[in-house]
């Protein structure tokens, strides 16, 4: 059952005033067209998909490559069932190994494999590049300072905020 939440800050107001519909969808328009073009590209440039890529720089990110597969699913916000099926997909093609958890035996760690980690390699400064071209370049140091306070402040609201659906 769904609850009803009073948002903080709350208009009420049902709709955006026309600045912050302009900001919110030239923000969803950035992402959608952002995300399109980095998968598209590192697809054309590599083996890896995009959701294969953000597999593999969460378990590199991590010491000796591997994670629990809680904590993965959690750091991609994926859902335990998608993650778990994209797992299966990248030990098939060798980018991934599953082990199982000696502290707790329903927990699973899943490592990236040598495969693996030279798909990530060798995908990984195509990406980059692209990444500081479409995104970086051009950008002076007040406004990268602009987009990552901007950034944290909702990063820091949707820690605050509370869910509707738990």
């Known amino acids: 059952m769904c609850q009803l939440i009073a948002y903080p800050g709350?208009?009420?107001?049902?709709?955006l005033s026309?600045?912050?519909?302009?900001?919110?969808?030239a923000l969803l328009s950035m992402h959608t067209q952002l995300h399109a073009r980095l998968a598209r590209e590192l697809q054309a440039g590599s083996d890896l998909s995009y959701a294969d890529?953000?597999?593999?720089?969460?378990?590199?990110?991590?010491?000796?490559?591997?994670?629990?597969?809680s904590e993965l699913?959690?750091?991609?916000?994926?859902?335990?069932?998608r993650l778990s099926h994209h797992i299966k997909r990248m030990e098939a093609r060798g980018f991934l190994d599953r082990a199982s958890c000696p502290e707790d035996g329903r927990g699973q760690y899943v490592s990236a494999t040598p495969v693996g980690r030279a798909a990530i390699e060798q995908a990984?400064?195509?990406?980059?590049?692209?990444?500081?071209a479409l995104v970086f370049?051009?950008?002076s140091e007040a406004e990268m300072a602009t987009v990552i306070r901007?950034?944290?402040?909702?990063?820091?609201?949707?820690d605050q905020v509370p869910q509707k659906v738990t």
């Open 137 to 139: 370049d051009g950008m």
């Open 124 to 132: 990984a400064p195509e990406h980059v590049a692209l990444v500081r």
């Open 73 to 81: 699913a959690d750091a991609l916000q994926w859902e335990r069932s």
């Open 18 to 25: 026309p600045e912050q519909q302009h900001a919110w969808r």
């Open 53 to 69: 890529f953000a597999v593999l720089v969460q378990l590199t990110d991590h010491e000796d490559d591997r994670a629990r597969i």
């Open 10 to 15: 709350a208009m009420t107001d049902l709709w």
């Open 150 to 158: 901007v950034s944290e402040r909702v990063l820091d609201r949707l």
